[in-house]
């Protein structure tokens, strides 16, 4: 036989080697050689044409009905941090992670006189048409909203990019008035509030770790020393965490190159994982102070522990949430998604988080009832007339003895002084 025939017939077998050597290599495929996944995979296929073809209603057995519905059963069984994304769901996913959607730039919230705008984000389709905050929202496409949910009214506001949505507001007083609004996208900060005071004492929020946390950190560290800053409380109060890559940027920020951030361990086969700290610049080295509470979680916890266990930072406020566990996402051909534990952190010390939450070095417990009110204070300049606020909100401003006690502690002082502001947090609220 000719030198080119061998070959020839030796290619196919060659390539078809090589593709099974590659699937054995790949956890996921090699299922395929387990006889095990072909026994589940008929189980399955017969249980869904049964299903299918006999369950009483119709409507309910479509067989992307029964297969979504199966999904989330098998996912939300083995933890309650794993979950399946039908693609709606799954796009949604991405746009959050992302701290993007589509919508007219408003923040809105239920109080006792109707839906209150609380916020209007800058250079958004609402502002462009002149909302403002402490107006209510009255009607949206002509229909009265005043026994609709939040949730229902933000839906109803939020489209598709380019399309109109007619609004009608209130003011407090009871002058009306209609306008329609452009749908675009919109970007909202997770880096939602950084300002420093006279004395050089700064403030910055961060309300999740999505990619474009670490440069809105920076940009907004530069801007507070530009003005000044010596020392900085750090709030990751009800910050449910996000990136695991971001929070990595933003512990790098305040800690020296090659610092450890965190590790990651997944299950037997795969390689322990470490992050270490690497600032873009020469870190913040001033004073730090950390608040926390049962909101903090994940992404929060991993700045927050390792910030306080390589003695960077003080923490104050109540214990975390305790969620040490890495979620992975993965993309299917139909554009829904699979989010599954794929691995557990570990702070620098080799202690975790997970179901044990962070201790605060200081504990200053807060009770709901405050709570929900400075999430209602949030965004608003409470103090500067606490009248008109209460007419609003129907509560008079509260003190967030949390943050004081942080400003204290920074400053040095064992009686926190009335002059020091009661700075405001917030649970997420609805962005239509």
């Not at 389709?125 to 229902?152: C, L, N, S, Y």
């Not at 970007?187 to 946390?213: K, M, P």
């Not at 994982?273 to 004073?287: H, I, T, W």
Request: net charge negative; proline share 4%.
């Amino acid at each position: 036989m000719k030198l080119k025939q061998v070959v020839l017939w030796g290619i196919p077998p060659l390539l078809l080697f090589l593709a099974l050597v590659a699937l054995w290599n790949n956890p996921v495929t090699r299922g395929y050689f387990d006889g095990e996944y072909w026994e589940s995979v008929g189980k399955f296929g017969e249980s869904l044409r049964i299903a299918h073809a006999r369950y009483v209603d119709e409507n309910k057995t479509s067989y992307t009905k029964l297969t979504d519905t199966a999904l989330e059963g098998m996912t939300s069984a083995l933890d309650r941090h794993s979950s399946y994304y039908p693609p709606p769901d799954y796009k949604n996913f991405q746009d959050e992670t992302k701290r993007q959607y589509f919508g007219i730039g408003i923040g809105i919230r239920k109080v006792e006189k109707g839906i209150l705008i609380t916020r209007v984000f800058p250079d958004g389709p609402a502002g462009e048409v002149g909302m403002v905050a402490g107006e209510f929202v009255a009607k949206v496409e002509d229909e009265t909203v005043d026994d609709w949910t939040i949730r229902k009214v933000s839906k109803q506001i939020k489209g598709e990019e380019g399309t109109p949505v007619s609004i009608g507001l209130r003011t407090g007083s009871g002058v009306e008035r209609d306008v329609k609004v452009i749908r675009g996208r919109i970007e909202v900060a997770s880096v939602e509030e950084a300002r420093v005071d006279v004395n050089g004492t700064g403030y910055l929020r961060i309300e999740q770790f999505t990619e474009r946390t670490g440069d809105e950190l920076r940009e907004a560290l530069d801007a507070l020393k530009a003005k000044g800053l010596e020392r900085l409380v750090l709030d990751l109060r009800d910050n449910s965490g996000g990136l695991l890559s971001a929070a990595v940027e933003v512990t790098s920020e305040f800690l020296e190159k090659g610092s450890t951030v965190v590790s990651v361990q997944g299950r037997e086969g795969f390689p322990e994982r470490r992050f270490d700290s690497k600032p873009e610049d020469v870190p913040l080295g001033c004073p730090l102070v950390i608040l926390i509470n049962e909101g903090s979680a994940s992404a929060s916890e991993i700045v927050a522990g390792a910030l306080a266990v390589s003695g960077r930072a003080k923490l104050v406020g109540e214990k975390s949430y305790g969620k040490g566990s890495v979620q992975t996402v993965f993309g299917l051909e139909d554009e829904s998604g699979l989010r599954l534990t794929t691995a557990m952190y570990y702070l620098p010390d080799g202690s975790t988080i997970h179901e044990n939450g962070i201790e605060p070095d200081v504990a200053i417990i807060c009770d709901e009832e405050t709570e929900a009110k400075l999430r209602d204070q949030r965004h608003q300049n409470a103090f500067t007339d606490p009248v008109a606020f209460e007419a609003l909100y129907g509560f008079v401003p509260v003190r967030d003895e949390q943050y004081i006690t942080a400003v204290a502690i920074l400053l040095g002082k064992e009686i926190v002084d009335d002059e020091i502001a009661a700075e405001t947090t917030e649970e997420a609220e609805e962005t239509p």
